[in-house]
């Protein structure tokens, strides 16, 4: 147990639908991660989020969109769903101080979306 | 160009056997940290061992560590007397020196022990 909970585990929605992703970092972490795994691109970075505020930014597409609040835990918005958005979602956390390398990533179980 | 690259879709071995899983990065930044991942079928994601640009040593987890070669720009991940446990999806992922410590990761290799 990496001490990153993800929910929901899983989540199956139609197309043009919205939906919610919710993480919560180990305690003491301030970075949040957001990755996408999918069969064709594999595994992706979208956002990254330390203390609150956006840091750094992938291949985040326009109708996705995250935050992160003053309890830390982080939520990724995905709207306008399209048949190629399945896919597992992951949540990771860190301490976050700027530099680094060090800086080891612990991640969730992930939420796998299916988009039908 | 491929930041990471995992020549090997799939390997086998037999259990007790050591394996070797490849990975070369490409990077022009001086400093930059090396990590090795493992995803089993139930699909989580498992830190397993971290390598700096800088380290002098080669990492060494249990029975995972990581052979450096810096001039090579490889950083392979050397598993010493395989378990049946140890199959599962492994990634090699690169956070490089923009200070955000995101992760790069290649393609991944699917390592498979029999009995």
């Known amino acids: 147990d990496s001490g990153v909970t993800q929910t929901p585990k899983h989540l199956i929605t139609a197309t043009g639908q919205r939906v919610t992703l919710r993480c919560s970092p180990r305690?003491?972490?301030?970075?949040v991660y957001w990755y996408q795994q999918s069969l064709d691109q594999g595994l992706q970075f979208l956002i990254q989020?330390?203390?609150?505020?956006?840091?750094a930014k992938g291949n985040i597409l326009e109708r996705f969109s995250a935050q992160q609040f003053p309890d830390l835990h982080s939520e990724l918005n995905l709207s306008s769903l399209e048949l190629g958005d399945s896919a597992l979602y992951f949540c990771?956390?860190?301490?976050?101080?700027?530099?680094?390398?060090?800086?080891?990533?612990?991640f969730g179980p992930g939420t796998r979306l299916t988009v039908l | 160009a491929q930041k990471i690259t995992q020549t090997q879709p799939g390997m086998f071995v037999q259990e007790k056997e050591a394996v070797t899983l490849d990975c070369t990065y490409d990077?022009?930044?001086?400093?930059?940290?090396l990590f090795w991942y493992k995803q089993p079928s139930s699909g989580e994601m498992i830190f397993l061992i971290y390598?700096?640009?800088?380290?002098?040593q080669n990492a060494t987890e249990g029975r995972y560590s990581l052979n450096f070669q810096k001039a090579r720009k490889s950083a392979n991940l050397v598993i010493s007397a395989s378990q049946l446990g140890d199959s599962a999806m492994y990634f090699c992922?690169?956070?490089?020196?923009?200070?955000?410590?995101?992760?790069?990761f290649g393609k991944g290799t699917m390592l498979l022990v029999s009995p």
């Open positions: 990771a956390s860190s301490v976050g101080e700027w530099g680094r390398h060090t800086d080891t990533q612990y």
């Open positions: 305690s003491g972490d301030l970075s």
């Open positions: 390598q700096g640009s800088y380290d002098e």
């Open positions: 992922a690169m956070s490089e020196n923009s200070g955000y410590s995101t992760l790069t």
């Open positions: 989020y330390y203390n609150g505020e956006e840091r």
């Open positions: 990077t022009s930044d001086q400093s930059y940290g």
